[in-house]
């Protein structure tokens, strides 16, 4: 049970997950969370960083397609400046807007991988679709009332997850373990 809360991978910042290294391992698209992920959950605005980043992953030929489960509305306004696919009410930590992205883009779980902020979202999710996850920290040390739950919920499973793998590090860039 506990491994479903296990990420694949922990990196800082999605800016420092390389798309050249990712189109090395075969990656075909990246799935990511919003908010706290991508940009601030308190502002719809992406950073020029941000823009660069997924420039670089257009040029790699990497599809981006953001899975929230925010509001069809929420997520089409964040994104509009980004002109990025996106699956929303996606249900995590269930897989199923996962598993939708999966079949909409003929994907399978080894092209893909999984970003997000959450344990209990984006790394169950992901751990439930059989996709590898990536793990980052949040954008903003503060959350949306609705997160500041599953926060608290986290921090008793870290204690667990450290116990019982004591291999779960932050790194500086995906590697070719997983």
Same mark, same amino acid.
């Given at each position: 049970?506990?491994? +479903?809360?296990?990420?694949?991978?922990?990196? %800082?910042?999605?800016?420092?997950?390389?798309?050249?290294?990712?189109?090395?391992?075969? *990656?075909?698209?990246?799935? &990511?969370?919003?908010? /706290?992920?991508? *940009? %601030?959950?308190?502002?719809?605005?992406?950073?020029?960083?941000?823009?660069?980043?997924?420039? !670089?992953?257009?040029?790699? !030929?990497? +599809?981006?397609? *953001?899975?929230?489960? /925010?509001?069809?509305?929420?997520?089409? +306004?964040?994104?509009? #400046?980004?002109?990025?696919?996106? *699956?929303?009410?996606?249900?995590?930590?269930?897989?199923?807007?996962?598993?939708?992205?999966?079949? +909409?883009?003929?994907? #399978?779980?080894?092209?893909?991988?999984?970003?997000?902020?959450?344990?209990?979202?984006?790394?169950?999710?992901? #751990? /439930?679709?059989?996709?590898? $996850?990536?793990?980052?920290?949040?954008?903003?040390? $503060?959350?949306?009332?609705?997160?500041?739950? #599953?926060?608290?919920?986290?921090?008793?499973?870290?204690?667990?997850?450290?116990?019982?793998?004591?291999?779960? &590090?932050?790194?500086?860039?995906?590697?070719?373990?997983?």
């Amino acid at each position: 049970m506990l491994s +479903k809360f296990k990420p694949t991978w922990m990196i %800082p910042t999605i800016y420092q997950i390389s798309p050249s290294r990712l189109n090395k391992m075969g *990656i075909k698209a990246v799935f &990511t969370d919003l908010d /706290n992920t991508l *940009i %601030p959950w308190n502002n719809t605005y992406g950073t020029n960083q941000l823009k660069s980043w997924i420039s !670089e992953l257009d040029r790699y !030929e990497i +599809k981006l397609v *953001i899975i929230s489960n /925010n509001s069809y509305k929420r997520v089409g +306004k964040a994104v509009q #400046n980004f002109r990025v696919d996106y *699956i929303a009410r996606a249900y995590k930590p269930l897989p199923t807007g996962l598993n939708k992205a999966l079949k +909409k883009y003929n994907l #399978n779980s080894r092209q893909v991988i999984m970003i997000g902020d959450q344990l209990l979202t984006d790394v169950v999710a992901s #751990n /439930n679709a059989g996709v590898r $996850s990536v793990l980052v920290k949040p954008v903003l040390p $503060s959350d949306a009332w609705n997160t500041k739950l #599953n926060r608290f919920i986290e921090k008793k499973i870290w204690k667990k997850l450290f116990d019982k793998y004591n291999n779960l &590090t932050w790194q500086e860039d995906i590697d070719e373990r997983n």
